[in-house]
């Protein structure tokens, strides 16, 4: 069965980079990966994606091997709004799409 | 204003009462999808539909019904509400199925 694996937790203090895993070791190569996160009482909102290629946005940056098993989620300087819950998910061209379990991200002063 | 609109945002229903959970978007997407969230837990896919005539189970659909009344208007609905169907429910569209997910506010279920 498709399952994409994250850490429970992780921590990190201001203003350092923050580098979150994700396993997603049943991909296929038509897959693309996608991160979200999530604070209390909100809905997920897009953080980043890629296909193969690491990709950069104005929020973060993606990490992908070479292999496509693995990616992480790289906040350059976390800040205090950063720390919310992370998911990762792989979502196939068919529409369907599988989350980890999220990785809660605190973020120390 | 939300571009994806749930409501209600709060439910408290009865077993065995029917339930209807409503999704609007102003996007202009073509695919719409209904998540649930357990809590501790990732998203899972209820339902997903690319467009008004196509509707596709994801992999918790048992117990779940939709219908995409127009483009930009995707219901979920529970015929006969039973308590572990309470959770957090997370509708969401994209522009192409590789395309991320943009999700609305979610709606609390709880089924008493």
């Known amino acids: 069965d498709a399952k994409t694996t994250q850490p429970n937790s992780m921590e990190s203090n201001e203003e350092e980079p923050v580098h979150l895993p994700c396993n997603h070791s049943?991909?296929?190569?038509?897959?693309?990966i996608h991160w979200y996160r999530q604070l209390p009482s909100q809905g997920p909102e897009y953080v980043i994606h890629?296909?193969?290629s690491n990709v950069n946005n104005r929020m973060a940056s993606l990490a992908i091997a070479e292999d496509r098993k693995s990616s992480t989620l790289i906040l350059h300087r976390a800040t205090l709004r950063d720390a919310a819950v992370y998911y990762c998910s792989r979502n196939t061209n068919a529409g369907k799409s599988t989350f980890g379990d999220g990785t809660t991200l605190t973020v120390k002063p | 204003d939300a571009d994806v609109t749930q409501t209600p945002r709060n439910r408290i229903t009865k077993t065995g009462k029917r339930i209807m959970l409503e999704c609007s978007q102003t996007k202009g997407h073509d695919r719409m999808y209904w998540y649930r969230q357990d809590p501790g837990l990732g998203l899972q896919l209820i339902y997903y539909s690319f467009d008004v005539k196509d509707i596709n189970k994801g992999e918790i659909s048992d117990g779940y019904s939709v219908s995409r009344q127009a483009q930009a208007k995707f219901s979920l609905s529970l015929e006969s509400a039973i308590p572990n169907q309470t959770a957090l429910y997370f509708c969401a569209t994209s522009a192409g199925t590789g395309g991320p997910r943009f999700f609305g506010q979610g709606t609390r279920l709880t089924v008493v």
């Open positions: 049943t991909i296929s190569g038509t897959d693309y």
């Open positions: 890629g296909l193969t």
